[in-house]
């Protein structure tokens, strides 16, 4: 399993209908989330990307055309790179392997779905911060702690944190996710279940960041989902995406600033400067912030799953 089309095709295909919401009449819809819609297959289901964008978890008007097909294309490259550390339920990428009932909505499905192993998600996510950034450093100037995690004083903003903090949150399908202590997520998942999570999450972004920073990216921080099938913990939904992850350009990084970066950040600084309270309804974005928002994102795939820098002669890199 791997990228099921090149950047290049990407790009190319922006000029179709961005794809707000999906319509795929042969299977019943299980939900809708923020970005993705999902289908019941029976014992599987089926994930399909599309080109909303939510920010401050609040999903905007405006459609990044191209979008859903990056987030799907670099979550298979991680979801393969990684398997040896926690198992993923993707099952397949290929429209063509899908069952024929879907071959009809081949438009709304090729390089942005995939068909996944059914499982009981665990209502957590889990968020790994390998920087001091972004609310968890508001969080650190109101009261020297990220998430109720003690930090020592005079930390910069952006500073590496050594070693990375597990500050895991509860899941909201509208509205605002809210942090919660370990002991919380011990209560809703079991001690047992609460450890191995941790220690999972921390071990994918340990793998994750050190290929990241091959690839002169630094990975900020990150969120994962996981669910259980037949007694197992098995890795689901998206995988180190811009819309999960903060990416920043390694020869940029300086720590007592915010950071350029290679995610949705960009368009969390264009709202900021806005008279939006950032509750629903969000504002529409501009199309040069939404062209810029894409470059950003393909930017980050073309890096990632690219040639290691450190091993190119020229510093630059190609798919």
């Not at 920010?55 to 990044?64: E, G, H, R, Y």
Request: charged content about 30%; glycine content about 6%.
């Amino acid at each position: 399993m791997f990228l099921t089309a090149t950047i290049d095709r990407i790009v190319g295909e922006r000029a179709r209908r961005p794809l707000l919401e999906s319509s795929i009449g042969a299977f019943p819809l299980w939900r809708r989330g923020k970005v993705r819609d999902v289908y019941d297959l029976g014992d599987r289901l089926l994930v399909v990307a599309t080109d909303r964008l939510s920010a401050f978890d609040v999903v905007l008007p405006t459609a990044i055309p191209g979008k859903g097909a990056v987030l799907t294309q670099l979550s298979l490259f991680w979801f393969d790179l990684l398997r040896d550390v926690v198992p993923h339920h993707v099952l397949s990428a290929e429209v063509d392997d899908y069952p024929r009932a879907l071959h009809p909505y081949r438009d709304q499905l090729e390089h942005r779905s995939m068909i996944v192993t059914k499982t009981e998600p665990f209502p957590v996510e889990c968020v790994v911060r390998g920087f001091l950034s972004g609310s968890g450093w508001k969080d650190y100037g109101r009261s020297g702690s990220v998430c109720g995690i003690v930090l020592p004083p005079g930390l910069r903003e952006s500073e590496r944190l050594d070693p990375a903090l597990f500050t895991p949150a509860t899941k909201a399908e509208s509205g605002h996710d809210e942090n919660i202590p370990f002991e919380r997520m011990a209560e809703l998942v079991g001690a047992a279940r609460a450890s191995e999570l941790k220690e999972s999450s921390l071990a994918l972004y340990r793998r994750a960041s050190a290929h990241a920073e091959d690839r002169g990216i630094i990975l900020a921080d990150t969120k994962f989902e996981f669910g259980e099938r037949d007694g197992k913990t098995v890795w689901i939904d998206e995988a180190l995406t811009p819309d999960s992850s903060r990416f920043w350009p390694m020869d940029e990084y300086a720590p007592g600033r915010s950071q350029r970066s290679f995610d949705k950040q960009f368009v969390r600084d264009h709202l900021e400067t806005l008279d939006w309270d950032k509750t629903a309804p969000g504002p529409e974005l501009p199309q040069a912030v939404v062209e810029r928002t894409f470059e950003k994102y393909v930017e980050a795939l073309r890096r990632l799953t690219g040639p290691n820098l450190r091993d190119s002669r020229s510093g630059e890199r190609r798919p």
